[in-house]
């Protein structure tokens, strides 16, 4: 759009089939005649991601580029990971799971994945001056070969599932289930607070002799304590 100013729209979707899950399957015991239920590696888990990304890019001369994103996403399936159905659903107790005297069933509905962060804001900043800025100035001395590039970042939290914590190694977020995971309310109903990171890097080049260039750099991350 005019000079120096691009506007880039994109969508996405992305289907995984088949993926690896841990499922709670009943077997015939040879030694008894009876059955028994181990927990065994299949190809049941569904994921499915949908989001778009607004971007604009915007070049101020031969110096300065900037741009600034912003990106929506929803990942959902039947499990953040092959183990979330063995540890977070298999070991709960329903009112028809203690009648039947069966284990729960896994997910059979679309869940929000914990890899789901669904806002995400950008903003990067670039001056590059070039080596023969201004010759023969204070100014162009100071800032030929000078490079300066900035990072923002403005991301919403993580879902997560709270866990009764009774000291067998639960922890999270990420929702880790430790011994005895036991869910204290709905799988992925909780999120994490949004997050905010600023991070600079500077550069400069120095002429030695006709053939050499150093460049030195500062990597300043986070220096606002954000």
């Known amino acids: 759009i005019g000079t120096g100013l691009v506007i880039d729209v994109s969508a996405f979707n992305k ?16 030694n008894t005649g009876g ?46 990971d092959p183990k979330s159905s063995e540890d977070l659903i298999l070991r709960s107790q329903s009112n028809v799971s203690n009648f039947l005297g069966q284990p729960e069933n ?8 914990e890899q789901s962060r669904k806002h995400n804001i950008a903003w990067t ?36 599932t709270k866990l009764v914590n009774i000291g067998e190694g639960q922890t999270g ?20 607070q949004w997050t905010t990171s600023f991070d600079v890097r500077l550069t400069k080049g120095f002429q030695l002799g006709g053939t050499w260039n150093l460049q030195v750099f500062l990597d300043w991350r986070n220096p606002f304590n954000l």
Do not use: C, H, W
Not at 40 to 69: C, I, P, W
Not at 106 to 113: A, D, K, N, S
Not at 137 to 156: E, H, K, N
């Open 15 to 30: 289907k995984q089939r088949s993926a690896l899950a841990s499922r709670n399957l009943g077997f015939a015991n040879p």
């Open 35 to 80: 059955n028994v239920n181990l927990n065994v590696v299949t190809n049941d888990d569904f994921m499915e991601t949908n989001g778009f990304e607004v971007k604009l890019d915007r070049a101020v001369g031969n110096v300065l580029t900037s741009s600034v994103s912003y990106t929506f996403l929803d990942a959902r399936g039947t499990g953040s």
């Open 106 to 113: 896994p997910p059979e509905l679309l869940l929000r994945l």
């Open 125 to 160: 900043a670039n001056l590059a001056f070039p080596v023969d800025y201004m010759p023969g100035t204070i100014v162009g001395a100071i800032f030929r070969d000078f490079g300066f590039f900035s990072i923002l970042t403005v991301r919403s939290g993580l879902p997560f």
């Open 173 to 192: 977020p990420p929702s880790q289930a430790g011994l005895q995971g036991i869910p204290q309310g709905s799988i992925s109903n909780l999120e994490t």
